[in-house]
């Protein structure tokens, strides 16, 4: 191995404790009634968003989420994106999305979400996959995909930034409730076709 691969190596391992330590989920009591924090979001499946030139950033977000009865909050760094026009299956729409990822061993350690927002006024849809402890979690709303669970979406804009909201179950009826809280939306980059 040449000197420089061993220097980058040591480098990167130097880092990578600092790394897992930020953006570590604790368990929380569920949220009272507007003091929510909110979840991060997924990849949308076949939707694009009209970005060009964009780089993808990190900023502050906040995770609440409840599975069944049981609540957990995460803090840290997450990507949080908006497209005022995008599509999903060839139909337009608006796009939020949030991701969020955190040491194996945090309670949440993975969570993607997509809401997307139909033009003409339909209900939003969403794709949201989310691991919580060593359970993993999927629920898809959006026509012309294969639907898993059930629920409902919503955005609530802040300034900059705003809060994705998703109430529903997944495929085997557990309750989800996820809350994601982002500091700003950065533009969203164009994805797949």
């Known amino acids: 191995m040449r000197r420089s691969s061993v220097l980058s190596l040591i480098a990167l391992l130097a880092a990578v404790p600092g790394c897992r330590e930020?953006?570590?989920?604790?368990?929380?009591?569920?949220?009272?009634?507007?003091?929510?924090?909110?979840?991060?979001?997924?990849?949308?499946?076949?939707?694009?968003?009209?970005a060009t030139g964009a780089t993808r950033g990190t900023v502050p977000m906040e995770i609440s989420v409840t599975v069944g009865t049981k609540s957990y909050r995460a803090r840290g760094n997450g990507e949080c994106q908006h497209a005022p026009v995008a599509s999903i299956y060839g139909n337009p729409a608006m796009l939020w999305r949030a991701g969020y990822s955190a040491a194996e061993n945090a309670n949440i350690p993975y969570l993607a979400l997509t809401v997307w927002r139909p033009a003409g006024g339909s209900a939003e849809q969403f794709t949201l996959g989310m691991r919580v402890g060593s359970e993993s979690y999927d629920v898809t709303t959006v026509k012309g995909s294969q639907l898993v669970g059930k629920g409902s979406a919503a955005v609530r804009n802040a300034g900059a930034g705003g809060r994705l909201e998703i109430?529903?179950?997944d495929a085997g009826g557990t309750?989800?409730?996820?809350?994601?809280?982002?500091?700003?939306?950065?533009?969203?980059i164009a994805e797949g076709g």
Not at 175 to 188: M, R
């Open 167 to 169: 109430k529903g179950e």
């Open 175 to 188: 309750d989800l409730t996820v809350l994601v809280s982002c500091a700003t939306f950065t533009e969203a």
């Open 22 to 50: 930020s953006g570590q989920a604790t368990p929380a009591q569920a949220p009272a009634a507007g003091n929510a924090a909110a979840p991060a979001a997924s990849a949308g499946t076949g939707g694009t968003a009209a």
